[in-house]
């Protein structure tokens, strides 16, 4: 049964799934134990059979081992898969070391992905950021040659600001901009949404529940082995204030019958028709829960009184958003 609606990358871009499957949870990133492998490509199988093709990776997750999952769950079915690939982060036994965006670099990245991929041509490729060292035009340049040689179908960019998006799509136009946004995260709507809806470039929005913030689930305080004790939105005072926030779409999302998951989802998909939700799932089980939030739909009212609540600033401290 395919019933998920479609969303278009760019001015004359592909027509895509409109909610995203996101795949870093299928690995282990930060350094903890690896997810069932048979669980997470069954996943990635039933969410083709359901019309979810948007499947979203980054090299850099697992060590690889994310692109080699992909490349097994797809290895039958790759027309069916819309393969969206973020690259230039670098890790070392789990910890971040920084970016590397040199152009001889991303030569180098796009070869090990597409052979642990098991593919000629990756859909979508961007940068996981821009890195202030190396000029966006060399960047994305460098990425508009893999275009050319055929390794590349279409450009994305990722976490950057507005001004860097208008000078990516100087250079080539950009399909795809992939960044944190949710009810709890809203400070890009002065600046880079409008931004983007002017050059006609899809949003992928991750982080919809802001690090598990509005998934109603959380009770102050945290444990010590919480690694969100690490942000301060999740500390002290802040978490007390963020958590009454939260109360109000559980409220909300009891008296329609959903889960306040599902809502922040919803709410992302009805901030505008070139916006897709990218959920990350690792198990099959979330698949339908997440699908029924895309049909949720919001009164006036509804949306007003979640648009007052998490106005921009209203959730006290920060978190770091990378996918």
Not at 137 to 145: F, K, L, N
Not at 189 to 212: H, Q, R, W
Not at 222 to 236: A, M, N, T
Not at 288 to 311: D, G, H, Y
Request: some cysteine; hydrophobic content about 40%.
């Amino acid at each position: 049964m395919k019933n998920i609606n479609k969303i278009q990358l760019g001015q004359d871009g592909p027509f895509v799934s409109r909610l995203g499957l996101g795949c870093m949870r299928m690995s282990s990133i930060w350094g903890g134990p690896t997810p069932d492998e048979t669980e997470s490509i069954a996943t990635i199988n039933e969410a083709l059979d359901l019309g979810i093709n948007f499947l979203n990776t980054g090299d850099f997750y697992g060590a690889g081992h994310n692109e080699m999952l992909i490349g097994k769950a797809i290895k039958e079915r790759r027309d069916e898969a819309f393969i969206s690939v973020k690259f230039g982060a670098i890790f070392h036994n789990g910890q971040w070391l920084g970016l590397d965006l040199k152009p001889n670099s991303i030569k180098n990245f796009i070869n090990y992905s597409l052979t642990r991929l098991g593919i000629e041509t990756i859909d979508l490729y961007q940068p996981s950021r821009m890195d202030d060292s190396v000029p966006v035009e060399d960047i994305i340049g460098t990425v508009a040659e893999l275009v050319k040689e055929g390794k590349v179908r279409h450009i994305g960019v990722s976490e950057i600001t507005a001004d860097q998006l208008r000078k990516a799509n100087d250079v080539h136009p950009i399909s795809a901009l992939e960044i944190g946004y949710s009810l709890a995260d809203r400070q890009i709507e002065n600046e880079v949404l409008p931004a983007a809806k002017d050059l006609e470039i899809a949003v992928v929005a991750f982080a919809n529940t802001a690090e598990g913030l509005l998934s109603g689930g959380l009770s102050a305080p945290l444990s010590d082995q919480d690694y969100r004790q690490h942000f301060s939105r999740f500390q002290g005072g802040n978490l007390l204030n963020n958590l009454q926030k939260v109360e109000i779409l559980k409220d909300l999302a009891s008296a329609k019958g959903f889960t306040p998951t599902q809502l922040a989802i919803a709410w992302v998909k009805q901030q505008g028709k070139h916006i897709m939700p990218l959920v990350s799932m690792s198990r099959r089980s979330r698949l339908a829960e997440n699908i029924a939030a895309m049909q949720i739909e919001f009164s006036e009212e509804e949306m007003n009184t979640l648009n007052s609540t998490f106005a921009v600033d209203a959730i006290k401290g920060s978190t770091y958003l990378a996918r």
